[in-house]
């Protein structure tokens, strides 16, 4: 009798110093986040869980060392005859210096895989970027287009032909012809709209900016003749087959990878070969996959805008991308081209996560370092193409940018409000998680305590596994 009343007053002892910890901790948890600024943790994330020491450990000496012999190395041993040569390699030495100069001082942003530095080498990619394009937009066309037949002379032979023609004979339609036009570019769409859905992770959006990009191909048609294109060919290729099997790749590459919860353990605690080689690939692999939700039942007028701004600024940033190729006239797969959609789509991926924790996060009081980077270049690519491209904005139609203006927003609160309705009339099971997604942290997401890192736990991880 008494060792049966000892255990029951064991019992209520640990129950109720579990309810007293639980609300200690979520006290704790609720001062942290109203009181502390989220900014560090999406512009400099420190990296939570160390498996090599040794490439985690400032190595500033070394690398100074490494850099001054190099070149050294090269400055002395190099003919110096061609001036050319000359520009070239003083040049490539100061990116060198200026890259190493980011690894040591530049923030890493919100990502820490495969390493902090990649990323701090991408921050100082797109600063010299931005660099490079505020020099230009000081320089008149002729100037730059001298620049760039010094770098490539093989665009000195090269014109746009103005007088093709585009969308013709739209009347045949056959398989034959719809295959034909499958070809690398389709793929290269394809691929490059399952990237989008990975970076963004919202079916709305992702629908909203497709088709509104077809709509933006017609406004812009007057100038830009390559937009025009076959009814089949805006609906069926381009945003049925290559847009909507891009997002539903890359929205079911994010449900399969936030399924599975990965255990990121030391190197040093894992026995076997096999278990340190599968680790040591896994490195290469991001560290946490967020869910993210840019919609919110009870999202405020500013989130409004702010997927208003998102939306038309993607369409901008993608109108660069014929602009200034038509503008210079580059080859649609010049390595100008290709390594200008590369640094973009690396620079887009740690600036649309701080956007959104800007977005989303009451804690958040200002916009990432990268995100700040990323939006001034998009402003300085539309500045240069309207300098130098003078003459074809001269033929620009008033009306329909300011009705392509008016329909991306209006495009862009329908798409706001009506995933806000959805989410509150279709999916009530889910209405709780998604109102509390904002407010809580998440298990990999929190770094503002090392102890709420490891102890703070996913509402809606908890209610995928209850359900």
Known sequence: MTTAMQEDDFKATTVANTVANTVVDHAEEHRLRTGTDSFPSINERPVDDISLEFFYKPHTITLLLISIGAVIYSAFTRNTTNVEDNMWAGILCVIFFFLIISVLTFPNGPFTRPHPVVWRIVFGCSVLY???????????????????????????????????????????????????????????????????????????????????????????????????????????????????????????????????????????????????????????????????????????????????QLVIFWQVSELNTFFLKHVYEFPPSHPFVVARLVLVGVIVAPSVRQYYMYVTDPTCSRVGTQCWVYGAIMVTEALLCIRHGAALFERTQALNILLWLLCQSLVSVLCVYGCVLWHQYFETGKKVTIRRSVSHLSKFDTDVSGNMVRRTKSVEEFDKKKL
């Open 130 to 308: 931005l660099m490079g394009l505020l020099f230009l937009l000081f320089q008149n066309y002729e100037t730059v287009r001298r620049i760039l037949v010094w770098v490539d002379p093989g665009l000195a032979s090269f014109h746009i032909d103005m007088d093709k023609e585009y969308g013709v004979n739209c009347s045949d339609v056959t398989v034959e012809r719809i295959w034909n036009h499958l070809d690398v570019f389709a793929l290269a769409h394809f691929l490059g709209w399952a990237f989008k859905a990975i970076l963004i992770r919202h079916l709305g959006i992702l629908w909203a900016i497709s088709v509104m990009w077809e709509v933006t191909e017609i406004a812009f048609a007057h100038l830009l003749p390559n937009f025009i294109e076959c009814w089949w060919d805006a609906l069926i290729l381009d945003v049925l087959v290559c847009n909507g099997l891009g997002i539903w790749v890359g929205l079911k590459i994010c449900s399969i990878l936030e399924m599975r919860e990965y255990k990121w353990v030391s190197i040093r605690d894992i026995e076997s070969t096999t278990g340190k080689l599968k680790r040591a690939m896994l490195q290469f692999t991001p560290g946490s996959w967020t869910s993210v939700r840019w919609l919110d039942p009870t999202c405020t007028h500013m989130r409004l805008v702010a997927l208003c």
